[in-house]
């Protein structure tokens, strides 16, 4: 079973940055296509950001510009640098591993959660 953990997470101010990480178990990382969720309170839980085995992206239009997703297979690993970070940005952020064709809308997440990083965008 894979396992997900997350870290980087913080408080910044509004136009700062961050970037995450979450570290994926298992040997065969390198075949996932990975995603970014986030959840605000109050809200359900949203595709930001995913890139396949192959480190194509698609990123949900309101993090375009803005955020980036990127992978190191060789450490099992992806992240998501987050800049220009603003107050609704503010959310529990999560990772996790996708299936389906790339596309945020449609795209679906098939591992176990992990704790999540916690990302507060406030001055």
């Known amino acids: 079973q894979v396992q997900l953990v997350e870290s980087g997470g913080g408080l910044v101010q509004p136009g700062g940055s961050l970037r995450l990480s979450c570290v994926v178990s298992g040997s065969i990382f390198s075949i996932y296509t990975m995603g970014w969720y986030r959840q605000a309170p109050g809200k359900q839980r949203e595709l930001v950001a995913a890139i396949t085995s192959g480190s194509s992206t698609n990123y949900a239009d309101s993090v375009k510009g803005r955020f980036t997703i990127s992978r190191d297979n060789a450490k099992n690993t992806v992240y998501l640098q987050m800049n220009s970070l603003k107050p609704e940005d503010t959310a529990v952020y999560y990772c996790?591993?996708?299936?389906?064709?790339?596309?945020?809308?449609?795209?679906?997440?098939?591992?176990?959660w992990g704790q999540g990083t916690q990302v507060t965008v406030s001055s």
């Open positions: 996790n591993c996708l299936i389906g064709k790339l596309n945020i809308a449609t795209m679906s997440a098939f591992g176990s």
